[in-house]
C-alpha cells in the first residue's frame, strides 16, 4: 500500500524499536485457499483501497489523476502495477516467490524514493471450511531511519484496513 495523505506516524518511547519490527497482520476468509490465493493476486484490484493507499494518492493528490486498474501479474517475475488516468504505469513490487495456492511473496515498493523494497509475504492455509491468510511485512530495517519513521505507523494501521478490504471481498464472493 502507499501512504494517504492524512496518515501520519506516531511517536513514542517505542517508536524506534517498533519501526523495525516486521508488521503481521491475520484473517479468516470463508471458501478454499486456491480462490483466496487468486482474489488476492490476480483479482488485487477488485478490492483494493485506492482511494485511500495508492501512489496516485501518496505521490499524486494535487495532479487530479486516479487509479484506472491495479494490475496484478500473477506469476513469478510479475508485477504490481498502479494504472493511472493520465497513462502512467507506476510499479508498488515484484513477485519473488510464487507458490500457488499457498504462498506470494512481493520485493514491495509502491513510491519513487530511492530506498529499497521491503518484503510482503502472504500465505494461505486451509481452516475449518476457509482461510487463514497470513500477512507479514518486513524489512524495514533495510530502509533509511527516516523513511521508515514516516511509512511504518501508516502501514501497521493501512494493513488492517486493506485485509478488511480483501476479507470483505472474499465473503462476498461465490
Not at 40 to 54: A, H, I
Not at 146 to 163: E, N, P, V
Amino acid at each position: 500500500m502507499s501512504l494517504g495523505p492524512t496518515d501520519r506516524p506516531k511517536g513514542g518511547a517505542d517508536a524506534k524499536k517498533r519501526h523495525v519490527e516486521l508488521i503481521r497482520q491475520v484473517v479468516t476468509v470463508r471458501g478454499a485457499p486456491e480462490r483466496a490465493f487468486e482474489l488476492f493476486t490476480e483479482r488485487m484490484g477488485t478490492w483494493w483501497p485506492v482511494e485511500s493507499y495508492s501512489r496516485a494518492v501518496s505521490e499524486f493528490e494535487h495532479e487530479g489523476v486516479e487509479v484506472t486498474e491495479l494490475e496484478f501479474q500473477a506469476r513469478m517475475g510479475g508485477s504490481v502495477l498502479e494504472h493511472l488516468s493520465d497513462g502512467r504505469i507506476l510499479p508498488w513490487a515484484e513477485v519473488i516467490a510464487w507458490r500457488p495456492p499457498h504462498r506470494v511473496l512481493m520485493a514491495w515498493r509502491p513510491h519513487s524514493s530511492p530506498e529499497p523494497p521491503t518484503e510482503v509475504e502472504v500465505t494461505f492455509t486451509a481452516r475449518g471450511g476457509g482461510t487463514l491468510v497470513e500477512l507479514e511485512h518486513r524489512g524495514w530495517e533495510r530502509l533509511s531511519e527516516d523513511f521508515r519513521a514516516s511509512l511504518y505507523d501508516i502501514y501497521a494501521r493501512g494493513w488492517i484496513t486493506t485485509l478488511g478490504c480483501f476479507a470483505a471481498a472474499a465473503d462476498r464472493s461465490p
